[in-house]
């Protein structure tokens, strides 16, 4: 089996509503148009089998289905490792791209599944991979006002905050029957956000368990009070609640609750977790820890130095979620239920649209060969990403910049994210890399 070609699709996926969290919603290496969508290539890697596969990636149509394609012209899908390992998958000029490397991976894994008859999670832990895949509730506050179909609007589920945030997140919970919130927060004041928390708790009950993130920008002493104050909420684990693997190794010592180090994607990183003691519970990534296989070699690690384990998420569209089901199916269990945002999207690329949760917010391995989807062109076209879509989101954003992007200064623009950026940036750089 020999690759042919790349077809490329840039598309760009309303979400529900802008997602907010401690940086505000427009730092974190997002483009100012993306506030509002999930932006993506959506690649297919054609064979002279007649088999196409598929992958997700961050690069350019153009860049795709050029200089990449080039390079994999020819080559055999079985080769996956050095593909990803030497295609100039960056388009400043390197191979170490992780979300194009990783999501190349994507594609080499759906042909060889294929071309071997049997679904993804199958093939990389020899046959051993559970049916189901167990997800978290991921839940922010949001900003006013949603988009849909590239246009501003007020309706669907429209702004989330402290007054209403326990019933957003009882709602979603009731819809979907996870058994596990993630909390995503560090954008009010401390206080008002634990007396949120504990709105949730009650407004829940006593069923699902609860996990707080409020993306490092507590320092250490309001984190050490945050663990205090959460201690009897049914706290699965504290994640980023300390800023710095230094504080999160303090944080250890000072509560019982379990700390975890987000961000701890590539060994790399991880192994700076584990010289620091930073905590109890690790996060690998789809796409941070190097793709499907990248994420079983991250497993092996993790478990030889007794971390307990979760997978972090971003906002990814069908094809890198269901990349994600096959891998933690393969290399799980997990110690606890997986993040996803996939609920807060409004559509998807595949056919049948958005795909299905089953009971307790789990998703099924499908039997089919590969990763078991396809694509719904129908869809890809309503989405396209073009230079106009791009405009509306870019004039959404201003909009939203110009409301509530502001210093919080009298009579200027209201500031949502209680985080400082630059802070956040150092840390990750601690932590052994560019945050990505």
């Known amino acids: 089996m020999k690759i042919t070609g790349i077809t490329a699709h840039e598309v760009g996926v309303p979400m529900q509503s802008t997602l907010l969290w401690a940086y505000s919603f427009s730092n974190h290496g997002y483009t100012d148009h993306v506030a509002i969508a999930t932006p993506r290539t959506i690649i297919e890697v054609k064979t002279d089998e007649g088999l196409t596969g598929l992958g997700e990636v961050w690069a350019s149509k153009a860049h795709m289905e050029g200089p990449v394609a080039a390079f994999v012209k020819g080559r055999d899908p079985f080769d996956w490792k050095r593909i990803i390992a ?3 998958l960056s388009e400043k000029g390197n191979t170490g791209d992780p979300q194009n490397r990783a999501g190349l991976e994507f594609a080499m894994w759906d042909l060889i599944g294929k071309s ?3 679904p993804v999670a199958a093939l ?17 506050f949001r900003a006013p006002g949603v988009v849909e179909q590239g246009r501003s609007k007020g309706g669907g589920p429209g702004e989330v905050d402290l007054d209403n945030y326990a019933e957003h997140v009882a709602g979603v919970v009731k819809k979907y029957g996870f058994r596990s919130v993630k909390l995503k927060i560090g954008v009010y004041h401390p206080k008002d956000e634990i007396a949120a928390v504990k709105r949730v708790r009650e407004a829940l009950g006593p069923g699902p368990t609860l996990r707080i993130d409020p993306n490092s920008a507590w320092d250490l002493e309001t984190a050490i009070w945050a663990a205090d104050q ?3 909420l049914g706290i699965e684990y504290l994640e980023d609640v300390a800023r710095g693997l230094d504080n999160q190794a303090r944080l250890r010592k000072a509560t019982s609750l379990p700390v975890c180090v987000d961000g701890s994607y590539s060994l790399d990183r991880l192994s700076h977790a584990i010289s620091e003691q930073a905590g109890e519970v690790a996060m690998c990534d789809i796409y941070g820890s190097g ?3 990248g994420v079983r070699d991250w497993m092996t690690v993790a478990r030889t130095f007794g971390l307990k384990t979760s997978m972090h998420s971003g906002r990814y569209l069908g094809v890198s979620h269901m990349a994600k089901v096959h891998a933690a199916a393969a290399s799980g269990p997990f ?13 998807d690329i595949l056919k049948g649209g958005l795909l299905k949760y089953g009971p307790d917010g789990t998703m099924k391995v499908p039997d089919k ?6 694509l719904d062109y129908d869809r890809i076209e309503k989405y396209r990403y073009t230079d106009a879509r791009k405009k509306e989101y870019a004039e ?5 910049t110009s409301k509530f992007g502001g210093s919080g200064n009298p009579g200027g623009p209201r500031r949502l994210g209680y985080g400082d950026y630059s802070l956040f940036q150092s840390e990750h750089i601690q932590k052994g890399g560019k945050h990505s």
């Open 230 to 232: 959460v201690k009897e």
């Open 116 to 118: 071997l008859g049997r």
């Open 335 to 347: 110690d606890f239920p997986i993040d996803a945002h996939y609920h807060q999207q409004s559509d």
């Open 369 to 374: 060969p590969g990763l078991g989807i396809e």
């Open 86 to 88: 030497e295609a100039p």
């Open 124 to 140: 990389i832990n020899g046959g051993y991979y559970t049916p189901t895949v167990e997800f978290a509730a991921y839940m922010f």
């Open 396 to 400: 959404f954003h201003r909009m939203l």
């Open 291 to 293: 793709g499907i296989a």
